[in-house]
């Protein structure tokens, strides 16, 4: 009778022979021991683990493939255990194609998802840009100590720094829809980077415009003054809207979430980072002076990461919400700059956003929400393009 070692059992089926021992010990496999301890496999039992190793790739447990082998032993023909098999296989079949249809609906409900929160940042930066008009439109046409407030400098700052913030994120969101459409007309054809890419540019542009039409809603509110809180006017409508957008379709804490299980599994901060720096390298000489904040910005991010990446669950949990808002403000900062290269309104729009974002002195200096203002919020004067190096 011919005879296998547990190595010739390791080495055919390309297991390890631990594995197989297991096997034993689960009352799976027989054995014959030698003298010296020597384990030695009939046909039989080489027949069993072949068995095994088959029901194990198809889903079989322990329980199910152990009473297989045990109609293995008892019946000679062969006809029990191919009828149990089957039986199995089937009930396998099912659970496997019921499981194919839970995967198949939670994919259709995150795309659903998914194009929810597009359409939220959408909502948000509309309600955003109406709150802005209102407050412009008052402004302009409302005196007090007689001028109207649009002469005064901190109405001035105000409504250039909602311009600038309006614009520069109603730009990002729309750059991430056409990402959003390239990838949904052809999901197939769509890597799996390209499509956490978008989950990611999603997940910070829903939560940063979601709190951004609340903020404006509520400076519009100010801008008002008294009037802004009456039902006369369409102010306290935007803000009960708004109020909604950062709970719709997943908190900060949930958007700071997802953008966490993107970093663990697609390790999409490389990828940010890289692109991030690519794309600060690529400004030309006119915006390069105004990205130094966001450079020191993105070295502060690489420095946190590193620090944060062999931390705890519940450390990496804590700042996840940090970390993405600092990586929503590169972003929004680069697509900033990039606009700021294409003429002179929109470099001031870009200087004003990443003051805005960076900055944290008292005093400053240029005043340009002020001295730039009809070019700015009015578009009045020369928006000359910039040259580019």
């Not at 496997?96 to 795309?111: P, T």
């Not at 194009?115 to 709150?131: E, H, P, Q, T, Y």
């Not at 719709?248 to 993107?262: P, Q, S």
């Not at 002076?289 to 420095?303: C, N, Q, S, T």
Request: hydrophobic share 40%.
């Amino acid at each position: 009778m011919h005879y296998f070692t547990i190595s010739d059992l390791a080495q055919e089926f390309d297991v390890s022979t631990r594995t197989i021992r297991y096997y034993e010990e689960r009352g799976l496999l027989s054995p014959i021991r030698t003298e010296s301890g020597q384990r030695l496999y009939t046909k039989k039992e080489r027949a069993k683990l072949k068995l095994i190793l088959r029901g194990k790739r198809f889903g079989f447990s322990l329980d199910e493939i152990h009473e297989m082998i045990a109609l293995f032993d008892e019946d000679r023909t062969g006809k029990k255990q191919l009828e149990k098999t089957v039986e199995y296989g089937r009930r396998k079949l099912k659970e496997v194609s019921e499981r194919i249809e839970d995967l198949l609906q939670l994919k259709a409900e995150m795309e659903a998802l998914n194009l929810s929160r597009v359409c939220n940042a959408v909502a948000s930066v509309g309600i955003m840009k109406r709150a802005l008009e209102e407050a412009k439109q008052y402004a302009e046409r409302r005196t007090a100590f007689g001028h109207v407030l649009t002469n005064y400098p901190m109405v001035r700052g105000t409504l250039a720094n909602l311009t600038a913030r309006q614009e520069v994120e109603t730009s990002a969101c729309f750059d991430m829809i056409a990402l959003f459409d390239r990838v949904m007309a052809a999901p197939h054809e769509a890597s799996e980077a390209e499509k956490a890419w978008l989950r990611l540019l999603i997940a910070l542009l829903k939560m940063r415009t979601a709190e951004e039409a609340i903020a404006f809603s509520h400076e519009a509110i100010e801008l008002h003054g008294g009037n802004g809180y009456i039902e006369d006017f369409v102010t306290p409508r935007l803000l009960r809207d708004a109020q909604v957008l950062t709970v719709w379709e997943g908190t900060a804490n949930i958007l700071a979430l997802e953008v966490l299980r993107l970093m663990r599994k697609y390790r999409i901060h490389e990828r940010f980072i890289a692109e991030m720096k690519e794309r600060l390298e690529r400004l030309t000489a006119k915006v390069k002076p105004l990205a130094r904040p966001a450079e020191e910005g993105l070295k502060e991010l690489v420095a946190a990461l590193a620090r944060l990446g062999g931390q705890a669950d519940e450390v990496q949990t804590f700042h996840a919400k940090a970390i993405a808002n600092r990586m929503c403000d590169l972003y929004l900062s680069i697509i900033a700059l990039e606009r700021g290269q294409e003429d002179e309104r929109n470099r001031l729009i870009a200087e004003l956003f990443l003051r805005h974002v960076w900055e944290r002195g008292l005093v400053d200096e240029r005043m340009t929400s002020v001295r730039e203002f009809d070019l700015i919020v009015r578009c009045k004067g020369a928006s000359v393009p910039l040259a580019h190096s």
